[in-house]
């Protein structure tokens, strides 16, 4: 473990991200390209986590004025609450899971990519 930055070292002089470094800072100055896709596809997962925070907040108003909440997006939509249907940083629309929660498109690569909510909740930049 290096104690300068709490990241564990992983051979080769390299080391896992900084938590305390925003991982924007880690996309734009990076020339590792791996470094740079791991950034990017992190922050497409806060951005998308972020999204569906604000849609379970909508989606909580239309519980409110209906007495039942959103079973899809178009919903919201409808009920004046959104412009149109919302799209990931991928461009999949968001959907309604069977918790009545907002998540990811099944279709959406990010999707596939995405880490445990767990692990994105405990990320602070």
């Known amino acids: 473990m290096d104690e300068s930055n709490g990241s564990e070292n992983r051979g080769g002089g ?5 938590l305390d470094v925003p991982l924007e800072r880690y996309y734009e100055s990076s020339s590792d390209p ?5 950034a ?7 951005k998308a986590q972020e999204d569906c925070m ?3 907040a909508l989606a909580d ?12 997006m178009t919903d919201l939509v409808q ?30 690569p990010s999707w596939s990519n995405r880490c445990s ?8 930049p």
Request: hydrophobic share 35%.
């Open 61 to 72: 108003q239309y519980a409110k004025r209906n007495g039942r909440r959103p079973a899809r």
């Open 40 to 46: 990017l596809q992190r922050l497409k997962l806060l």
């Open 34 to 38: 791996m470094i740079k896709e791991n």
């Open 14 to 18: 390299r080391f896992a991200f900084d």
């Open 117 to 124: 909510s767990s692990a994105l909740t405990s990320y602070s």
């Open 79 to 108: 009920a004046g609450l959104l412009r149109g249907v919302p799209a990931d940083p991928e461009g999949f629309a968001y959907v309604f899971g069977e918790d009545g929660k907002a998540e990811l498109n099944l279709d959406s």
């Open 54 to 56: 604000r849609l379970d």
